[in-house]
């Protein structure tokens, strides 16, 4: 949560790196899909989710477009499974991101009633 954007190289191609716990090996979870948020300080100002696009591209969009000036800090909520030796899992066939997916997005914006909405 709250994670720095100017830490980032929003390229084609960025990483966004994190662990599960200290001392565990990297994971890249740009290809991970779930709910992201833009805050501008410790506000929410857009909701938005990373569905077939993954997390990657929903930051590059984000900070490309004319939102990017008004936020500085990303926060993630992801749904795959990240693996024993640090890579992210599929879903499980019983699990439907796409109307989950949807219905956090819409609980969330109706909930933090975030500007850019």
């Known amino acids: 949560m709250f ?13 966004i790196l994190g662990m599960q716990q ?13 709910i992201y948020l833009l805050h501008e300080g410790r506000e929410v100002i857009y909701v938005g989710r990373a569905t077939g696009s993954a997390l990657r591209k929903a930051a590059i969009r984000a900070y490309a477009r004319p939102l990017s000036s008004r936020w500085d800090r990303f926060s993630w909520f992801g749904v795959l499974p990240v693996s024993d030796d640090g890579k992210l899992g599929t879903l499980q066939d ?9 219905a956090l ?3 969330l ?7 850019q909405n």
């Open 22 to 34: 200290i001392g565990a090996q990297a994971v890249d979870f740009c290809k991970q899909i779930g």
């Open 3 to 15: 994670l720095a954007a100017r830490r980032y190289a929003w390229t084609s191609n960025p990483k």
């Open 94 to 102: 019983t699990f439907e991101s796409s109307k989950l997916l949807p």
């Open 109 to 115: 914006v109706e909930a933090l009633e975030s500007r």
């Open 105 to 107: 997005e819409a609980i």
